[in-house]
């Protein structure tokens, strides 16, 4: 039995496991099994690393993408470069990390811009934001993170958002929890009267298919899109990740 998983907290409603469960089972791939590993602390790790010595690979949620890392043998250039991953792989005692959240962002972002498209917000700063930022700065996007306790300077708060930051940002991409199920009527606290149809609304989160975010900006006639093609892109190429014979 090849084993694979999910690490993060909480994991109350897990897409990795009803994904890849349904996958086995539609492929018929009997010799397969997807667990979830639900842990507050990450310094847990290695305890699931010794009583599941069949793990082949592994996917990593919030709260643990970035400081899973201290774990790892060998980092991708990506995820060296923006210090956050979600996948890893286990192979001959050696743990690989690698970020396909930024496959995932990408692919299914890239379709959606256009000319007007010219700069970026990215709401939070934990580690699914590193990857957005790091697409975008493939694609020549300026950016801004957002944050409710900036740390540095170059960090806006919510407080600071007005008129001329969301007219010059006409993308906004959230990538933190508000909104997410169970908490499905709450929302990222942006001044919303100037959104227009010139804007992008990306929403990481998928449960509910419709956050509140995505809600007030499509009455505002933007273009919005969910997390979920997304999390299908990232999921696939973890599924080849793993399953590469290279160690």
Not at 42 to 51: H, L, Q
Not at 188 to 214: A, M, Q, S
């Amino acid at each position: 039995m090849k084993k694979l998983g999910l690490i993060g907290y909480p994991l109350t409603h897990s897409f990795s496991k009803q994904y890849f469960s349904e996958k086995f089972k539609k492929e018929k791939l009997e010799d397969w099994q997807y667990l979830n590993f639900e842990i507050k602390n990450i310094e847990n790790f290695p305890e699931i690393i010794k009583k599941n010595p069949d793990l082949v690979g592994l996917n990593v949620t919030i709260p643990h993408k970035e400081k899973i890392l201290k774990f790892t043998d060998w980092q991708s250039p990506e995820v060296q470069k923006i210090g956050a991953a979600n996948t890893l792989k286990i192979c001959q005692g050696k743990i690989k990390a690698y970020n396909t959240d930024i496959y995932g962002f990408e692919q299914s972002f890239k379709p959606l811009l256009k000319d007007y498209h010219k700069q970026a917000l990215i709401l939070g700063t934990g580690g699914a934001s590193k990857a957005i930022a790091y697409v975008l700065e493939k694609l020549n996007i300026p950016y801004q993170f957002v944050s409710r306790n900036p740390i540095t300077q170059n960090i806006l708060s919510y407080k600071q958002l007005d008129k001329k930051i969301i007219t010059n940002h006409q993308i906004i991409i959230n990538t933190t929890p508000v909104g997410s199920f169970p908490n499905i009527n709450e929302k990222v606290k942006i001044p919303y009267d100037f959104v227009t149809k010139n804007h992008l609304f990306y929403d990481l989160i998928y449960n509910p298919e419709k956050t509140v975010f995505l809600k007030i900006a499509e009455k505002k006639g933007a273009l919005i899109v969910n997390g979920l093609n997304m999390l299908y892109l990232q999921a696939e190429k973890a599924w080849k990740i793993w399953n590469d014979k290279n160690c």
